[in-house]
């Protein structure tokens, strides 16, 4: 099994539609056996801006991460296919196990 997780910023849109309901979506459609959203506290990118969304009258951007979980090559395929669609985020993976 691999494990994808797909870091982006709270306030990413696409198109209309907030970037995070967007590919929580379209993994969704795609089938995948299962997907969580977290909402980070802090954070930074390769810019090194750190981020902290939560202090009081900060603009910052909430981090986000995406992960989700599926065979191997269904999660490729489906990454390979999110990509046509959305060109920003961090994108990152990890051969996981599933205990049973």
Known sequence: ML?????????????TKSLHEFIVQFLIAQKIKGLTVFKGISGFGSNKHFNRPNDLFSFDETPMMITFIDDTEKVKAVLTALRVEVKSGFIITNQVEQWK
């Open 3 to 15: 494990q994808a997780q797909i870091f982006i910023d709270e306030d990413e849109l696409f198109g």
